[in-house]
């Protein structure tokens, strides 16, 4: 029988989580780098023994860890990630200009055809690409020279390229996003980049056609429709149906528009669940009730999903990096909470149950499956 | 000789029990050591000192004979107690909240 292997990144280590393809019984494995940030764990598609992680401290700065047992033994390799040539400014929160500094590794996207590349999603923003494994990264510079970049402004969880999509069908198209600059598309395999983030509304930047500066939390494809995105913004759930052409809202019938995560069910492109938080100035879910909505209609109807989710005083949080979904039958939905807890459901989001309850703050989620 | 201690994190990348000792003739400065570290253990690389720069990072911090040295001139001799091995060179993770 399949299994499922869940990879958990937190403010104090990473984990490790195990199950047969039933998904009831678990085996935590952990932790992993104790005492480290993890912002993310990720495995290759191609090869799911592959693991590469991103580990971090205020102390003792970056480090990339690799392994290819599947997580048994780890590896560090290379962790100097230099940006090309003449490193510009941009603007601070202060609207002064402010240098380009690397700070940390968010997000780590291996290819789904070859295991020694990946793409490494870097504050302050830029994207980074490694070939051999992790042992030396390359930035890929046309973004961060991206003519608008100087007007690029960090959110308050730092100024993070946090969202790294491959086009499955055109292999020479990307999408990223960063926290507050916007959606961008290469369309040659990461040499130029355009923003595209038309249609995006956001109350607080005064032009409401502004081409960047919008905090783009998350964006999420179905590989069998690489035109079609949606995407959690700050405020307001969003869909392009023109890869990125075009946004327009489907928040709907939502009980609040804000939150961080958003993921698209494995076998059913228009079914899509986000997990609302009451507001930018309250990172925590209304009325203290941990409710995912899932949308079967591809956004605008909404149901809350509650079947073994606390309903009565939970304000945790759910951050953009700690949800993700398995492609077994059914499809299993995951996500990590700011109190600790790895809830999983093995029926789409029908039901819930706690993996895991009380780990450090949960960073990042992904889930492989296992042969 | 020279004898240096790591804070338990650096320790476990590294993967190292108890002092690091490293074989350095004559006067040697911070820069010799940290260098002459790296070079041993590369996963360090980084960690105690900016890849570019050089700098040492605003939370590591060196002590050696009770003394502060994070702000000497990485060329600086040490003192002639950690040349000789009786003291050893501390690379210490400075206090702060987390």
């Known amino acids: 029988m399949s299994g499922v292997r869940v990879l958990v990144g937190t403010r104090k280590g990473a984990f490790i989580l195990t199950a047969d393809g039933t998904r009831r019984d678990w085996a935590i494995s952990g932790p992993h780098f104790g005492g480290w940030e993890m912002y993310h764990v990720n495995g290759s598609p191609a090869d799911p023994d592959r693991l590469y992680a991103s580990q971090s401290s205020g102390w003792f700065g970056q480090l990339m860890q690799r392994s290819d047992d599947g997580g048994k033994t780890w590896e ?18 202060d609207g002064t200009p402010r ?18 590349i990946v793409y490494a999603g870097v504050e302050d923003a830029a994207i980074f690409r490694t070939v051999d494994g992790g042992r030396s990264w390359q930035e890929l510079p046309g973004l961060r020279t991206h003519e608008s970049a100087p007007r690029w402004q960090p959110g308050a969880g730092g100024m993070c390229l946090h969202t790294i999509i491959q086009d499955p069908v055109n292999r020479d198209r990307m999408f990223i996003a960063i926290s507050a600059a916007g959606v961008f598309r290469t369309d040659d395999s990461g040499k130029t980049w355009q923003p595209i983030n038309r249609g995006l509304r956001s109350g607080q930047i005064p032009d409401p056609d502004a081409e960047v500066g919008h905090c783009v939390h998350r964006i999420a494809m179905h590989p069998s429709r690489p035109q079609v995105l949606f995407m959690q913004k700050h405020w307001d759930v969003m869909r392009t149906d023109d890869a990125g052409a075009s ?20 076998h059913e492109p228009e079914t899509i669940y986000v997990v609302p938080i009451t507001s930018d100035s309250e990172h925590y879910p209304p009325e203290g009730k ?14 809350p999903l509650t079947a073994g989710l606390p309903q ?18 059914p499809c299993g939905i995951y996500f990590g909470t700011t109190g600790g807890q790895v809830y999983g459901s093995a029926d789409g989001g029908d039901t819930w149950a706690p ?17 | 000789m020279i004898r240096i201690v790591l804070p338990a994190h650096l320790k476990t990348l590294a993967k190292v029990n108890g002092e690091v000792r490293l074989e350095m003739p004559g ?24 890849h570019h720069t050089g700098q040492r990072r605003a939370f590591v911090r060196f002590y050696a004979c009770e003394e502060d040295l994070s702000n000497e001139s990485p060329d600086t001799p040490l003192p002639s107690r950690v040349a000789a091995g009786e003291e050893p060179f501390l690379v210490i993770g400075a206090m702060a909240g987390g």
């Open chain 2, 27 to 50: 006067p040697v400065t911070q820069r010799m050591v940290l260098d002459a570290l790296e070079a041993r253990y590369p996963m360090l690389r980084g960690t105690m000192r900016d």
């Open chain 1, 312 to 329: 009565a005083n939970c304000y945790v949080d759910v951050l953009r990096d700690a949800m993700a979904v398995d492609t077994l039958d």
């Open chain 1, 99 to 116: 240098p380009w500094e690397f700070k940390r590794i968010w997000h780590l996207e291996p290819s789904p055809e070859d295991p020694d």
């Open chain 1, 76 to 93: 560090p390799v290379g962790n100097e990630f230099t940006y090309e040539g003449e490193v510009g400014d941009h603007l601070w929160f």
């Open chain 1, 355 to 371: 993996i895991v309850r009380d780990l450090p703050a949960v960073l990042s989620v992904e889930v492989q499956v296992l042969p």
């Open chain 1, 247 to 266: 946004w327009h809202k489907i928040s709907g019938d939502l009980p609040t528009d804000f939150g961080f995560p958003i993921v698209v069910h494995a």
């Open chain 1, 290 to 303: 941990l409710r995912v909505y899932r949308s079967r209609t591809g956004g605008n109807e909404w149901e």
